[in-house]
């Protein structure tokens, strides 16, 4: 494993020697002269469709990026991104790891670093951890605050000034239960000042 390969054997190479192999045997036999002639034009035929076999899924792996869902990472210098872009495209991707919780992205060449914030990393399937990453964010994404601000809109209707002025007007805010210990406060003593006089 080398220090800039986040994955010590990935299935592609794997799913690679096993074919080498194969085409090892097969050219041995291939070049028996006492091997009739029809059988090795069939058995080139057979070798051509495995290579398409082999290289097809290999091919869709590498290009997409999926190795992460597939090969568990075995370098501790690199960590998964489950990145969406300003247009909504799902793009995920292995990163290498900074200081201080950077990570070192690249998107369309550029450096699109985020920090991550330590508070909600995603295990996969296979055991690999991801961090959910949006263009726009300089930090990774945490659902359960997404979650809070839904729960408000459901509650509330809206967000911003108009949800706190419902918010305050139920007596669902802070300041409201202030508010009314002070207009409490201030009838008390308007009436204790009515019994002194």
């Not at 305050?168 to 000042?193: A, I, Q, W």
């Amino acid at each position: 494993m080398g220090k800039n390969n986040p994955y010590s054997i990935t299935t592609q190479e794997t799913s690679v020697v096993f074919f080498l192999i194969g085409i090892i045997i097969m050219a041995i036999i291939l070049t028996d002269p006492g091997f009739p002639m029809l059988a090795k034009f069939l058995m080139f035929i057979a070798l051509m469709f495995f290579g398409i076999s082999m290289i097809t899924p290999n091919y869709a792996i590498s290009k997409y990026n999926l190795n992460m869902f597939i090969d568990k990472i075995t370098n501790p210098d690199f960590e998964n991104w489950l990145r969406v872009t300003k247009n909504r495209t799902f793009a995920p991707q292995t990163v290498k790891k900074g200081v201080l919780g950077q990570s070192k992205g690249l998107v369309h060449g550029a450096k699109a670093d985020i920090i991550n914030r330590g508070d909600f990393t995603i295990t996969l399937q296979n055991g690999n951890h991801a961090l959910v990453k949006y263009d726009a964010l300089s930090h990774n994404i945490n659902f359960n605050h997404t979650l809070g601000w839904k729960l408000i809109r459901r509650k509330f209707g809206v967000l911003g000034s108009t949800a706190f002025i419902k918010a305050y007007e139920s007596g669902k805010t802070e300041k409201r239960k202030l508010f009314k210990r002070r207009e409490e406060k201030k009838e008390t003593s308007e009436v204790t000042k009515v019994d002194k006089k």
